[in-house]
T-cell receptor
């Protein structure tokens, strides 16, 4: 089944404790991205990657890191989480060619609480 | 800059009523893509439709229909004969394509009451 998976789905952590949220897709998509969803603000892009070893900042990159060592994986790293990073996080991917490149398919979301 | 406005924050309807969710967008690009996503209570984002700026044909998929009007920069979504399972938050989104991000509206929460 074609899908985007994220782990963990739920995470409670404390300020300053490094964490990684994994994202994996099995559709051979080249483009991957991370969004955060906050009440009243909708979804905002954190980082994106056009291909392996190619990453760039989105609208709200502060406090986050990403890596793209393999095509299928795009982990989101919070080196020193803070309470303002409490949010619902979505990973997304899309094809890189043709009209379909514009359609991003989303993972199930990761709900993060930073105490 | 691109912007998507979903003026309706919450809508409540009784089952079997028709409901229209409004989406107004702003962009200076001549080529762009519009989307609707559904977020049910379980939280995932489900892709519903993509429209590119050169295709103004309305689309119907079962009880769902979309009305794209460039003249008013709108891309409205209508659910006919709503059902309880339609209860969700619906997002309209816009991108110019390529490596640019999706710009989302703030969503409309639809509650369908039995």
């Amino acid at each position: 089944e074609a899908q985007v998976t994220q782990n963990p789905r739920y995470l409670i952590t404390v300020t300053g404790k490094k964490l990684t949220v994994t994202c994996s897709q099995n559709m051979n998509h080249e483009y991957m991205s991370w969004y955060r969803q906050d009440p009243g603000l909708g979804l905002r892009q954190i980082y994106y990657s056009m291909n392996v070893e190619v990453t760039d900042k989105g609208d709200v990159p502060e406090g986050y890191k990403v890596s793209r060592k393999e095509k299928r994986n795009f982990p989101l790293i919070l080196e020193s989480p803070s309470p303002n990073q409490t949010s619902l996080y979505f990973c997304a991917s899309s094809l890189s060619q043709g009209l379909s490149r514009e359609t991003q398919y989303f993972g199930p979301g990761t709900r993060l609480l930073v105490l | 800059a691109q912007k998507v406005t979903q003026a309706q924050t919450e809508i409540s309807v009784v089952e079997k009523e028709d409901v229209t969710l409004d989406c107004v967008y702003e962009t200076r690009d001549t080529t762009y893509y519009l989307f609707w996503y559904k977020q049910p209570p379980s939280g995932e984002l489900v892709f519903l439709i993509r429209r590119n700026s050169f295709d103004e044909q309305n689309e119907i998929s079962g009880r769902y229909s979309w009305n794209f009007q460039k003249s008013t920069s709108s891309f409205n979504f209508t659910i006919t004969a709503s059902q309880v399972v339609d209860s969700a938050v619906y997002f309209c989104a816009l991108t110019r394509g390529g490596n640019t991000p999706l710009v989302f509206g703030k969503g409309t929460r639809l509650s369908v009451i039995a």
